[in-house]
């Protein structure tokens, strides 16, 4: 009898949880959005889903290959995803991304043409851009005096302790491999191998690796120097004007976050409309606005406001985006890339 | 008993615990002082606001990721508590061989790698065509927070002698009667200890809550690991605050309604925790 | 076991079983198979993925690994055992106070937390402000991004999985014992040695237990407080599957860490058994 009583109370606690579980609302349209935190105006969203009466749910990844070992292992249940360049591209490779169809998209034409077409996904069958940035050397004037106009400034003496660099295997070896003339995304294994020598050498200088939060380190002058993107930097230059930022003459790496939309999406026809509706100029400004990533969206350009168009690390200019390249997927040399980080950060 | 307990503490045993509660409550100071923080960057004072509060109740996502990440931690955390005692209680009684491998189950989760339970568990909820959302992640929380109870009430009952139960046994008193009047009032500190870690346990996992949470479903870790990237905004630091202040607050509330009623406490052999 | 106790175990048992042995399995599975260039597995047999954990790498990694956890469950237990005491001779109002007191600010977020400590710890941060305006240090020093800071984010986020087992043994102990001694004339060190601290060994080595497998897991402290410059064995194995796209290896290295724990604990267990029976046996 007993027994029989303990088992009706774990039977309630668990139809309890299901009741609760299940008690969604399903009478609206929705659209799964699985984005980076903070990543749209949610006064935009909202306008999109008064428009279409829909509501949007907005999951968060923190990372890429997260978001590519959630889809991967079954988190199928998602409309639209943000995954980044190289992300696209390995992506499509594991046939993870649906086609998108353009006619649908007809705010296409109003990205602009250095963005159509990207190396990763030729013709732009599976992705559309959303924001883009280069990485580049961020550097506190107050500490630094001299004039910063390349990847070996990073080595410098007068710097050691106080070098920041990105917590980011392909980021730091392909900064050396630029360094070098080579490549970022080589897979000739001597000139990997001298990257990372000539990387030993600089590790001891390093007062942190870190990704997320490298601009707080930067704009409280922990840091003088280090690898920052574009954005990132307009973001600490707003909050401590001394730090300025430069893409190094041998040419730094550029990458972008990009609508895509995964195999077997319950809502495509949806996710079509809301990147239309994002691609909108009006749209599009008030969004980039709000949230000061660079907006690829040319005919937006009028609606931005004077001081958003002026700055230069969000608008990059043709010179500097000229010499950068993309990080393309090195296939299984991800593996010796991964092992000499090991190495390099364990100093073993 | 008390005035004879107190006399026998050592002046610097009191210090000591006072300046290690001052240790772990100065990170906590710290926020609630950066939630009146003027400026959106949390990394130095620029003046004093309310404004992070009044927004925070307008930031969707958060309030959101809010309400999931309680219910997921009430829910995981009453189920949790009550399988892990339970689990607890039966192991000793337990004579046989298969009571080190029992043991040895009881352990496993909190010895798997979060990613590891994170990702079988997310390709195990596929496998099984689950609907990701609260319910997978309520059962993720559950499978690991059993552990942690289990090894806390376990505790309490290795220097648990047998007799008093065996007395009441003698007495005529039902096993129920001997659970219900005997040893879950001994073990009760226990309990509560396995359940206080199990709810902590709860509102802060970030990894296997990322891999089986749903669209519907992202918990407040969630959400404050993917906004490192941009600076975690100071209507994070209100929440806390919040938090800790309601949390104070439900405490001082149940110490004064459950005082009321009691005058005696040395008695014990209270059932509820206050 | 009679038939009650096993309806008792029987949820649990299937529960586990269900939501942790079967994934387990899975794991041990592809921890023998391969990869291919995309990461995905490839289903022939290798034991390649053991055998690369043996070089001296991973071994190293997984040694600075042990230390920092040994050093962490020292450090928790000296702090946490005297702060138990100390709540076990309050009054059962103010015990459970000090209970919760010590919980909740826990339930703020573990990397609100963590960053608050950046904000205390940095070269312009509260700590080294306070230092240089009372004149003790003339130059910030650097606290940040080194071992010691490790270490002390460590210790902070693990204190309450030490003070509570403790607490919940010590709470239950025979205070009857204490009195008889001291009316006996033994001194206060001498009670506690010879009987508060044996009778509390299951709530040390429980904590201990717990601190120092959770520390193990825990790489998160040491990317943020250590400026991510040096690796833990959960750091690799979250590169497998979040970078390297080598899932065979991380399952592999997942495995022994399982394993590699399991015995550890076991160890504890016995441990904790044969004294406990010698007390015993020294009591009767």
Same mark, same amino acid.
């Given at each position: 009898?007993?027994?029989?009583?303990?088992?009706?109370?774990?039977?309630?606690?668990?139809?309890?949880?299901?009741?609760?579980?299940?008690?969604?609302?399903?009478?609206?349209?929705?659209?799964?959005?699985?984005?980076?935190?903070?990543?749209?105006?949610?006064?935009?969203?909202?306008?999109?889903?008064?428009?279409?009466?829909?509501?949007?749910?907005?999951?968060?990844?923190?990372?890429?290959?997260?978001?590519?070992?959630?889809?991967?292992?079954?988190g199928s249940e998602y409309d639209l995803i943000q995954p980044s360049d190289y992300m696209v591209a390995s992506m499509i490779k594991q046939d993870l991304l649906a086609e998108l169809d353009l006619k649908n998209i007809p705010n296409f034409k109003n990205v602009a043409d250095r963005f159509k077409n990207p190396e990763f996904d030729p013709g732009n069958k599976h992705s559309i851009i959303y924001t883009s940035g280069v990485t580049g050397i961020a550097y506190?004037?107050?500490?630094?005096?001299?004039?910063?106009?390349?990847?070996?400034?990073?080595?410098?003496?007068?710097?050691?302790?106080?070098?920041?660099?990105?917590?980011?295997?392909?980021?730091?070896?392909?900064?050396?491999?630029?360094?070098?003339?080579?490549?970022?995304?080589?897979?000739?294994?001597?000139?990997?191998?001298?990257?990372?020598?000539?990387?030993?050498?600089?590790?001891?200088?390093?007062?942190?690796?870190?990704?997320?939060?490298?601009?707080?380190?930067?704009?409280?002058?922990?840091?003088?120097?280090g690898t920052l993107w574009s954005g990132d930097a307009a973001y600490v230059k707003a909050e401590n004007p001394d730090v300025e930022y430069v893409v190094p003459k041998e040419g730094g790496t550029i990458w972008s976050d990009n609508y895509a939309i995964p195999k077997g999406a319950k809502n495509k026809a949806l996710a079509e409309k809301f990147i239309n509706f994002m691609l909108d100029p009006e749209n599009s400004a008030k969004n980039y606005e709000s949230i000061g990533y660079s907006d690829p969206n040319t005919a937006a350009k009028s609606f931005h406001s004077k001081e958003y168009n002026d700055n230069k690390m969000i608008n990059l200019s043709e010179d500097e985006l000229g010499r950068t390249e993309w990080l393309l997927d090195v296939g299984d040399k991800i593996q010796l890339y991964d092992r000499l980080w090991t190495e390099l950060k364990s100093g073993r | 008993m008390k005035t004879a307990q107190a006399s026998k503490r050592h002046p610097w045993l009191s210090i000591h615990s006072f300046l290690l509660m001052a240790f772990i409550y100065i990170p906590?100071?710290?926020?609630?002082?950066?939630?009146?923080?003027?400026?959106?960057?949390?990394?130095?004072?620029?003046?004093?606001?309310?404004?992070?509060?009044?927004?925070?109740?307008?930031?969707?996502?958060?309030?959101?990721?809010? %309400?999931?990440?309680?219910? /997921?931690?009430? =829910? %995981? =955390? /009453?189920?949790?508590?009550?399988?892990?005692?339970?689990?607890?209680?039966?192991?000793?009684?337990?004579?046989?061989?298969?009571?080190?491998?029992? /043991?040895?189950?009881?352990?496993?989760? /909190?010895?798997?790698?979060?990613?590891?339970?994170?990702?079988?568990?997310?390709?195990?909820?596929?496998?099984?065509?689950?609907?990701?959302?609260?319910?997978?992640?309520?059962?993720?929380?559950?499978?690991?927070?059993?552990?942690?109870v289990y090894v806390i009430v376990s505790s309490r009952l290795a220097n648990m002698g047998k007799q008093l139960e065996e007395a009441a046994n003698d007495l005529g008193a039902s096993s129920w009667q001997t659970f219900r009047f005997v040893t879950l009032p001994s073990i009760w500190p226990g309990v509560i200890a396995g359940a206080l870690i199990a709810f902590t346990l709860s509102i802060d996992d970030f990894m296997i809550s990322f891999f089986v949470s749903g669209p519907n479903s992202t918990t407040l870790p969630i959400y404050i690991y993917g906004s490192v990237k941009r600076g975690i905004s100071p209507e994070i630091n209100a929440l806390c605050t919040i938090m800790i202040v309601v949390s104070v607050m439900l405490i001082i509330l149940a110490q004064w309604l459950l005082g009321r009623g009691k005058s005696d406490k040395e008695k014990g052999g209270s059932l509820l925790p206050f | 076991m009679n038939k009650r106790s096993f309806g008792v175990l029987a949820p649990v048992v299937l529960w586990l079983s269900f939501f942790m042995v079967i994934p387990m399995l899975a794991v041990i599975f592809v921890s023998f198979m391969q990869r291919d260039n995309l990461g995905n597995i490839v289903w022939t047999f290798s034991l390649d993925n053991y055998a690369r954990f043996f070089e001296p790498l991973y071994l190293g990694i997984y040694w600075d690994t042990i230390w920092l956890s040994v050093l962490t469950t020292v450090f928790c237990l000296l702090l946490s055992y005297p702060l138990a005491y100390y709540m076990t001779t309050l009054g059962p109002k103010a015990q459970k106070f000090w209970l919760i007191g010590i919980t909740v600010p826990f339930w703020i977020n573990f990397l609100i937390r963590t960053y608050a400590w950046i904000i205390l710890l940095r070269t312009q941060g509260v700590v080294n402000s306070l230092l240089m305006d009372i004149g003790l240090i003339s130059e910030p020093l650097q606290m940040l991004y080194t071992q010691g800071a490790v270490l002390l984010g460590m210790v902070y986020t693990f204190i309450p999985y030490m003070v509570l087992p403790i607490y919940v043994s010590l709470e239950q102990m025979d205070k009857r014992l204490l009195e008889a001694s001291s009316d006996l004339g033994a001194s206060r060190w001498r009670s506690?040695?010879?009987?508060?601290?044996?009778?509390?060994?299951?709530?040390?080595?429980?904590? +201990?237990?717990?601190?120092?497998?959770?520390?193990?897991?825990?790489?998160?402290?040491?990317?943020?407080?250590?400026?991510?410059?040096?690796?833990?064995?959960?750091?690799?194995?979250?590169?497998?599957?979040?970078?390297?796209?080598?899932?065979?290896?991380?399952?592999?290295?997942?495995?022994?860490?399982?394993?590699? +724990?399991?015995?550890?604990?076991?160890?504890?267990?016995?441990?904790?058994?044969?004294?406990?029976?010698?007390?015993?046996?020294?009591?009767?």
């Open positions: 009898m007993k027994k029989l009583k303990w088992y009706a109370v774990i039977l309630a606690g668990l139809l309890a949880v299901t009741a609760l579980a299940g008690c969604s609302s399903k009478s609206q349209e929705t659209l799964n959005l699985y984005s980076w935190a903070d990543n749209f105006d949610m006064d935009v969203i909202k306008k999109f889903e008064d428009e279409n009466n829909v509501k949007v749910n907005y999951a968060i990844f923190a990372n890429n290959e997260e978001l590519l070992a959630k889809i991967k292992a079954g506190n004037t107050k500490y630094v005096k001299e004039p910063i106009t390349s990847w070996a400034d990073l080595w410098s003496e007068k710097y050691k302790g106080k070098v920041l660099l990105l917590e980011d295997n392909r980021e730091v070896i392909g900064m050396a491999l630029k360094k070098a003339g080579k490549s970022n995304s080589t897979t000739n294994e001597a000139d990997i191998n001298a990257a990372v020598d000539d990387l030993r050498k600089l590790v001891p200088h390093v007062l942190a690796f870190d990704t997320d939060s490298i601009k707080q380190k930067m704009m409280q002058e922990e840091g003088w120097i | 906590v100071l710290l926020i609630i002082v950066f939630s009146f923080n003027d400026s959106r960057m949390s990394t130095s004072w620029s003046g004093f606001t309310w404004k992070w509060y009044s927004t925070l109740f307008d930031n969707r996502t958060v309030m959101e990721a809010l %309400s999931n990440s309680l219910t /997921i931690a009430f =829910t %995981s =955390t /009453i189920i949790s508590t009550v399988l892990g005692t339970m689990a607890a209680l039966a192991i000793r009684k337990m004579q046989n061989r298969g009571k080190q491998g029992v /043991i040895g189950l009881l352990y496993m989760p /909190i010895v798997v790698p979060d990613i590891i339970m994170g990702l079988s568990l997310l390709i195990l909820f596929s496998q099984l065509k689950m609907d990701l959302g609260k319910m997978t992640v309520i059962i993720a929380h559950i499978t690991f927070s059993i552990s942690y | 506690f040695w010879h009987i508060t601290l044996p009778q509390t060994k299951s709530g040390m080595m429980t904590g +201990s237990v717990l601190v120092f497998v959770t520390t193990t897991g825990m790489f998160v402290v040491a990317d943020i407080l250590g400026g991510a410059k040096s690796q833990m064995i959960s750091n690799i194995i979250q590169n497998q599957f979040l970078g390297a796209r080598d899932w065979p290896f991380g399952s592999a290295l997942s495995v022994i860490f399982v394993i590699s +724990s399991l015995v550890i604990i076991g160890l504890f267990n016995r441990a904790l058994r044969s004294s406990y029976d010698s007390s015993k046996e020294a009591k009767a």
